[in-house]
């Protein structure tokens, strides 16, 4: 029973916390060094990802176009990779859940 109760804790100790809102996990990754809700900056607007994919299930293709980077979608400028380290799966799921409701 003791050792189960350390493994517990040493996992939740090596698990990143999750952010409280999509929100704030965009903001600690730097998304909004980039990206608004509302206006293009460098990248493209929340709002216009959400258009550009609206009616669409697209959550697994941004999250890999988010992980892997790259250009032309919106643009010539490139967005970089942003690998978990972050940006977790789970808030980055949820972030995108909450960018394509814009």
């Known amino acids: 029973m003791k050792a189960m109760l350390l493994?517990?804790?040493?996992?939740?100790?090596?698990?990143?916390?999750?952010?409280a809102t999509p929100e704030e996990a965009l903001t600690?990754?730097?998304?909004m060094a980039c990206h608004a809700?509302?206006?293009k900056l460098v990248g493209?607007?929340?709002?216009?990802i959400a258009a550009k994919y609206k009616g669409q299930d697209a959550v697994a293709a941004l999250s890999?176009?988010?992980?892997?980077?790259?250009?032309?979608v919106f643009g010539?400028?490139?967005?970089?990779?942003?690998?978990?380290d972050k940006i977790a799966d789970?808030?980055?799921?949820?972030a995108l859940v909450w960018i394509l409701k814009q």
């Open 37 to 39: 809700k509302d206006k």
């Open 76 to 84: 010539q400028i490139p967005m970089p990779p942003n690998g978990a």
């Open 64 to 72: 890999q176009k988010v992980r892997a980077g790259g250009k032309g």
């Open 28 to 31: 600690k990754a730097g998304c």
């Open 7 to 19: 493994l517990t804790t040493a996992l939740g100790l090596a698990l990143p916390a999750a952010a």
């Open 90 to 94: 789970g808030d980055l799921k949820d």
């Open 44 to 48: 493209p607007s929340f709002k216009d």
